[in-house]
């Protein structure tokens, strides 16, 4: 397998000038069903709540750290899961795939030529994209954010991520780059996910400081992911959820930091100490460690297409529900009378 890191767009690709200009946004048509512009990327769900540039700045410090990897296995479980989801769905040979936010590739490195003929790796982080590990497709790289991405309308087959909270935005970006009956399979942390961690930062700064405020980002609700998908412009939705537990040494061995706006920038040291006892007395393990807990949602929608299934027209149905009841008497009467005879 290659890898081709772009400094330049390929075929697909719009240029990285252009994308970033006036006279670009100016040129989009009025967006249609599922469409959204590029302006309104960051407006789509109502509240900038992330901030873009802190989190490619925190993912540029996790993937520089010199034991990254051995902090990386919620990744890697994850993304071999998002995998599995590729070979459950692909009709046929994909000809041309996105992964988004890839890291060091931790889908890439479990499909094959036969599901994936080519693949696009993107990421905000050029330090990830630097860490990207040898697969069987032949693969390009694009450094590029979720929300903006560089890529000509309907320009992909399928597209997969391991996502994190700050790239729910980007969904519409995801749409606009998918061909149409083109699949996304992604995964994400949302629910109760890191529920001891929120819980001891709560009771250590509450009693240290005598308030609270949040600390690591918020997360989506499985509730609201298949109507963030509709929005989006997606149709056939699938969810489903897995949890996921984790065991690290402390409290403070991993993780890429909260991003979003309303965070705070200090985090006092006694607080932090207090927050490791508090985490060790209620969820700590007898070998010392502590659990953390991820409830990961996976999605998979299509663009809509016209060979796809559609739901019967409203009041179109020929039976009613009142019906059953009544071939279930006699179906039930039949076989009496069956037993009976015999």
Avoid at 208 to 235: C, I, K, M, Q, W
Avoid at 326 to 332: D, E, F, G, P, V
């Amino acid at each position: 397998m290659f890898h081709m890191c772009l400094c330049l767009p390929c075929s697909v690709c719009l240029s990285l000038e252009r994308l970033h200009s006036c006279s670009l946004v100016s040129r989009l048509q009025s967006p249609g069903p599922g469409q959204v512009s590029l302006v309104s990327v960051r407006l789509w769900s109502g509240v900038n709540v992330f901030d873009r540039q802190m989190k490619r700045r925190q993912r540029d410090w996790a993937s520089s750290l010199s034991n990254a990897t051995q902090f990386e296995y919620v990744r890697e479980e994850v993304g071999a899961r998002v995998a599995d989801r590729v070979y459950d769905v692909a009709r046929s040979d994909v000809p041309l795939a996105l992964d988004l936010g890839c890291g060091r590739s931790f889908i890439a490195e479990h499909l094959t030529t036969d599901v994936v003929e080519q693949l696009y790796l993107t990421d905000v982080s050029s330090n990830c994209l630097s860490r990207l590990r040898d697969g069987g497709i032949p693969s390009r790289c694009v450094l590029a954010d979720e929300e903006f991405l560089p890529f000509k309308d309907d320009s992909f087959d399928l597209v997969l991520s391991v996502w994190e909270e700050s790239d729910v935005p980007a969904l519409p970006q995801v749409w606009r780059v998918l061909k149409p009956d083109g699949a996304f399979i992604a995964a994400l942390p949302g629910g109760d996910s890191l529920f001891e961690l929120r819980c001891s930062l709560q009771l250590a700064q509450t009693e240290r400081e005598g308030g609270f405020s949040p600390h690591v980002s918020p997360f989506t609700a499985v509730t609201d992911l298949g109507n963030l998908l509709g929005g989006a412009g997606f149709s056939l939705l699938t969810v489903d959820t897995d949890e996921l537990q984790v065991h690290y040494p402390g409290i403070m061995d991993d993780g890429e930091s909260n991003c979003a706006w309303n965070r705070r920038s200090l985090l006092h040291r006694d607080t932090i100490l207090a927050a490791a006892a508090v985490y060790k007395e209620m969820y700590g393990n007898p070998d010392g460690s502590v659990p953390a807990t991820f409830d990961i949602l996976y999605m998979i929608g299509w663009k809509p297409h016209g060979s796809q299934a559609k739901p019967a027209k409203r009041g179109s149905a020929n039976v009613s529900f009142r019906d059953l009841s009544k071939i279930t008497k006699t179906r039930t009467g039949s076989g009496l009378k069956a037993s009976e005879t015999s």
